[in-house]
């Protein structure tokens, strides 16, 4: 009988599946640990708009379970101690350096997790990898934790330890819907009264033939797979974009009449300025490493290629705003609409506003960022590392500058940047904009947002990615 979780990580991942789990469960109590401080005491904060993460509907759910059966804790070593699950939800980001660099991803956090597990734990303990993970990872968990009980006496050890993978699927800016009506829910592993224990806390709220049970490789596997079907679909929709904007067809038509063949579907065939978040990018060049080390280099070289195209896309979008403003970006200003990596997060991990800003200031522009949710900081700490990674990117920091208010920050600006497609880009009055900016002025779209009414506004010129029709103009 499952009586106390604890999680490691209270990130994006464990902190939403957490709150969710509790909700389910109230009979379980679930500890949230981390080793961040701070982050623990931004979870427990009295004014739910500090959270760490903003997920809608998380902050009720906090509100409702914390103290109750979901606690956010700093003592990692006793909730280990005292629980019949152990989580991990650590972050894997790719490796920096060493074998693997800019690849492979850095496990340090995930081994770190399983030796403090391996010393704490106490009786029979379930061990959940919920991060992202390569494959064969659950057999470095067993590994560690098995060393840890081979030091004892192994006919009657104090403890024992059965790995489980349970991949999170939840999108972030719509983790809380995503767990509680998930498409499926994934279970690898060896050890049948383990999978049952984990199968039961999902079986109170998630229907039964939406569990499904695997090994553990193939549950590993299908995560890896999953998120870089979703990115194959973005790239390909992002490349048909180019042609369209070369043709004078337009994306938006091309995209529905495709995904109207239900052998293809509808959904992830929306035109963007290329995939971020912390997911398709590192989970895609993981599979790449996983191919390369098999000898797979023809299976390697083709997924690569997403990535790639993803590049591009970035890469063009800042080339052609460049192009329209006459080939000269310094001395201009431009409004940056959106910096987290989608709507509805402040997530700003991979987010293509880093790569596309940067290139814009390399120009020797000048850059007012705007976001409902994103801060100062965030937005600063994305640039200086992006910088530190590619020293050939050059600005100052005197051309940046931060707003809360669209229309203030308008006036006099050159170029509008829409970067994510936040709901209140949807409802901007680009009449009284039209009237602040600096002539000749242009809007560039890079999410698809804006309706055709708005294209006829005079004063502004504007772009909207695989839309046909602006190239025709030109
Ligand atoms: C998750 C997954 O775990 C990752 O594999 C997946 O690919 C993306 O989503 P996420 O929750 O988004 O990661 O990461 P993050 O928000 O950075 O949270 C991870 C937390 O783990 C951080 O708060 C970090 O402080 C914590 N952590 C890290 C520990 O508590 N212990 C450690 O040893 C390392
Ligand atoms: C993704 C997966 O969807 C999720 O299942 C996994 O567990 C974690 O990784 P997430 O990164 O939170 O989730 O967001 P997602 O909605 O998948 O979007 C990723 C990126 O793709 C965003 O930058 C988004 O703007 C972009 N995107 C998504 C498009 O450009 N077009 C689309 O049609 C969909």
Redesign the pocket.
Known sequence: MIKNICCIGAGFVGGPTMAVLANNCPEIIFNVVDINNEKINNWNNNDLNELPVYEPGLSDLIAKLRGKNLFFRTDVFHCISIADIVFISVNTPIKSKGLGAGQASDLKWVESSARTIAENAKGHTIVVEKSTLPVRTAKLIKTILNSSTKKENLSSPSKTFSVLSNP?????GTAINDLTYPDRVLIGGNDLSAIEDLKNIYLKWVPKEKIVTTNLWSSELSKLT??AF?AQR?SSINTISAICESTGADIKEVSTSVGLDSRIGDK???V?PG??????KKDILNLVYLCKQYNLDEVAAYWEQIVEVNNWQKNRIYKTIVSKLFGNLSDKKILILGFA??ANTNDTRESAAIQISCNLLNESAEIIFHDPKVDRQQIEKELENYVENYSSIDFSKSKISFSKNIYESATDVDAILILTEWDEYKNIDWQIISKKMRSPSWVFDTRGILHQEVFNIPGINFWQIGNGKFSQKD
């Open positions: 999170e699927f939840l999108a972030e999953a998120n979703l973005i992830f065939l929306k963007g995939f971020g978040g912390s997911c398709f990596f989608k």
